[in-house]
């Protein structure tokens, strides 16, 4: 709906993940929250992209849909399955990683 509606500005997403081990214990907390937010960021339909951080500087899981086949970038089901495998809560914390 909002981004139907005539306004100037385009936001976009970029939703970093702390996959680090300080992290476990509060996996389920994370998991929710990603998929709440991702769903609502969907429903929404604003563009958002989604990132790792930790021992592999900004791991993207999800890429701005910029440029590509629309199937190929879009979110869905099985792309939302993606990103929470890949959430493993195991790597070394390197906050800055998800900058580079």
Request: hydrophobic share 35%; aromatic share 0%.
């Given at each position: 709906f909002f981004q139907r509606a005539k306004h100037p500005y385009q936001f976009e997403f970029?939703?970093?993940?702390?996959?680090?081990?300080?992290?476990?214990?509060?996996?389920q907390a994370v998991i929710e929250s990603v998929v709440v937010l991702l769903e609502v960021l969907r429903k929404l339909e604003f563009r958002f992209a989604v990132c790792l951080w930790g021992k592999h500087p900004g791991k993207l899981l999800l890429d701005f849909d910029r440029g590509q086949s629309v199937e190929s970038q879009r979110f869905n089901v099985k792309k939302g399955q993606q990103i929470i495998q890949s959430l493993t809560f195991d790597e070394p914390s390197e906050i800055a990683s998800c900058l580079d």
């Open positions: 970029l939703i970093c993940v702390d996959n680090s081990g300080s992290m476990a214990t509060k996996e």
